[in-house]
């Protein structure tokens, strides 16, 4: 059983799900962390999508623990939504969480972080496992370039501030998009609130 942190891709996602799957049992669980690019400065901007299995079925997890998971609650629950699956609110040990179970909830996973946070498939993100082992498969990467991401002990270079950027929309586009989305109430609609 492992429960270090560890970097993976968002493309990894499918496999580490199989994984969690195939030697996982109830209460194993596996943690994908990664910071939210449309935190604002001074607010913590890390994101916890997590997979576990609870009585014998796997799931996907939206804990509301951290700050940018209750911020984001209602908008990642209409997301899920809109991609076609069921959610339900549940709590467990004192904590609420989002939970979906049944269809293909690695894609949704992959998909929450690449489209709506809009990380690049292929940016480091962080993976914290218990109840199972999980092994990271080669994905591909050319030799000179899988080392030129790595340090001498073989773990992940850390990524700069600037490296992070590089893998997300500006703030204002993505505030743009997710506004349009999700527009809010018109002047008309507020004038009738007020007493």
């Known amino acids: 059983m492992n429960n270090d942190l560890v970097s993976v891709k968002a493309t990894d996602i499918p496999d580490l799900v199989d994984q969690l799957r195939d030697k996982g049992g109830d209460a194993s669980y596996a943690v994908v962390m990664f910071c939210s690019p449309y935190a604002f400065s001074g607010e913590d901007p890390i994101i916890n999508l997590q997979y ?29 939504t809109r991609a076609g699956h069921a959610v339900t609110e549940q709590e467990m040990n004192n904590v609420r969480f989002l939970r979906v179970e049944g269809g293909d909830v690695a894609d949704l ?76 109430p018109t002047d008309e609609q507020l004038e009738g609130l007020v007493p």
């Open 52 to 80: 576990s299995v609870e009585g014998s079925v796997l799931g996907l997890d939206w804990v509301l623990l951290g700050a940018r998971n209750i911020e984001d609650k209602e908008r990642i629950a209409a997301f899920i």
């Open 109 to 184: 996973g992959f998909r929450i972080v690449t489209e709506y946070y809009q990380i690049k498939p292929t940016a480091e993100i962080d993976l914290l496992v218990d109840g199972f082992e999980y092994v990271q498969r080669p994905n591909g990467l050319q030799p000179t370039q899988e080392a030129a991401t790595h340090n001498q002990q073989g773990k992940p270079a850390p990524v700069t501030a600037q490296e992070f950027l590089k893998n997300v929309k500006p703030w204002e586009e993505r505030l743009a998009e997710l506004r349009a989305e999700f527009p809010g």
